[in-house]
Structure formats: C-alpha cells, structure tokens
C-alpha cells in the first residue's frame, strides 16, 4: 500500500506542506492513542469550564487542542493558528508559510459513549504581511485552502484529506505508525437515498427547508419518487466520512431558535474544510444560498448553514431554496 508521503509527492505537494501534514499527524497520532485509552487514562467527562462558543468543554476537547497548539507552533512551519476551542489566533513562527485552523474534537459529546469524534483540519497561506497574531489574516474565502482534511478516531484511525488533486483516504496502521493509502480519489456518487439531518429540528427551520424534508419523508409516495433512510452520527467527521464513503446528504441548516446565529456550524473549522473534500471528491457543498467555499469569512468563529453531499441531492435541495 503506498504511503501518505508517496501520495502526496505524486500530488506535487510542496515539501514544506508535506513537513507540516506530516507535523499535524503527529498530533493527530497522540490524540488517537489518548482517545483510546478512555476511562483507563480519566480522559472521559466535562471539564469545569465553557469554551469561546460557550459551549462546555470535555476534557479530551481541552487535551487535544494544547497537543495541537503545542506540535504545530514549534513546528516552524505555522505563521499562526486558530482553533474552535480559542477565543483568539495564536501567533506561531514569524516566517511559517502556513496558517492553520482546526476543531481540535468534532463531536466531543460522543466521547463519553465511545462513539466516532474526529480532528477536522485546514491549512491556507500566510500572508508575508501579517504579524503572526492577527485573524485577519486567516478571513480569507475557503477556495483558498491548500489542504484540507479529517482524522476520525473510530475502530480504525483514519486521514481523509485533499491538497486539491482528488480527496484521498488513508488508514493509520497502528504497527509501524504510518498513515497507509486505502481509497485513492474517492467519488461521491451523484445520487443518493440517504440523509443525515437532525429532524428533532425541523419545526425550526426556514418553510423551504422543512417542505425539503417533508418530501424526502413522503418516499415513493412523494415528489421525489423514492424511500429515503437516516443516519446521525452527531459527529460531522462521522457523517461526512459516510457521506464520502458510500454517498448521502449531510444538512445542519439555519434555524430561528438562536435567529442571529447563521446556523450552528464554523465555518473555517468544520464548513470549509468538509466542503474542500467534498467538491475535490465530485460532491456539492452549499450554505442553501451560495457555495461553501466562496463564502467571505467576517470572523474566525462565523457560523454558517451547510447542505454538503451528494451532487445530484444537494441539487434537488437547492431548488427548494430557488426565490428565498
Ligand atoms: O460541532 C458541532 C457538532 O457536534 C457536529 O459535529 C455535529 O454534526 C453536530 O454538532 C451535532 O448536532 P446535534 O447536537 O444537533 O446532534
């Protein structure tokens, strides 16, 4: 099986992006082993404190974002990092060439049920001109990341990433340490039967999203002419892995419940790097009125709505959303 290295040179990856990934799948390497010794390591359970999304942290949100923080700043790659879990970008290596953001643990509610979380990762250029410290350096549209990815702590630790040259997925082979390739260009099928939406919700959403999902609930009774399942992971590394895998429509669209937040996903650190695979991998990636990936980023934390999928569905979805 060819290796990470070998896959990304053929990819004509910059050596300097190569050191990085390679840098950031050490992290990703401790995260995984620390994940898996669960209650044995006390790594389980919440943490006293709330993060800058005011959400309660668990403290294997906490432990994976400092092994992060830690590897990738001394690095010397990384101008300067921000992290879902930081309030404020964090200046690196005055002359790193990289950027990087990322959520430290997707999903970290499911670590207590020893169920999938994952490290969702997005790498851009720096700009010579910024000091090391400032974000607005990283609000910049996600069309101009350089690399993108997952790593999904699951029965198997995998690395789903594109450099822009197809989305690619690799599995850690826990014997020698290496992430080997297991799914070269991976192609999301067009169509799909399957959603992987958080119905409980629907009540909330915009009328074009919920008549959206009325017809997907009617099946072959209904316009679109065919039975739908679910799935919800509630992990979007979890979701999206399917997605990739086997096709399927992952939505978490606005709703009016917090009617001033534009929907509950981050942009730079889920949306952008999630729509980077899936267009690399043939699939569609919307916020339902604009691509994912041209979005002009206003703040490191911004939130946005997100259909991500198969093309065909995120299509058929769309139309919905038509003169809204
Ligand atoms: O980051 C937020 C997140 O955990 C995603 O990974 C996941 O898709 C979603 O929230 C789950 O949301 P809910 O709480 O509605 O199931």
New binding site residues.
Partial sequence: MKRLNTQLQEDDCPLELILLIRTLLAACKEISFRVSQGALAGVLGSTLSDNVQGERQKKLDVISNQILKDILSESGYVKAVSSEEEDKVIGCTNDGKYLISFDPL??S?NTDINSLIGTIFSVMHAPQWMEPDDPSAFLQPGTQQVAAGYVLYGPSTMLAMTTGRGTHLYTLDKTHGGFLLTRERVQVPRETQEFAI?TSNQRHWEPCMQKYMADLLAGDQGPRGKNYNMR?V???VG?IHRVLCRGGIFA?PWDNREPEKAG??RLMY?ANPMAFLMEQAGGGASTGKMRILEVMPEDIHQRVPVILGSADEVEACLEYFKGN
Wanted: proline share 0%.
């Fill in positions: 997707d999903g509610s958080n919800w509630a992990a979007m979701d978490y509950k996903l889920e």
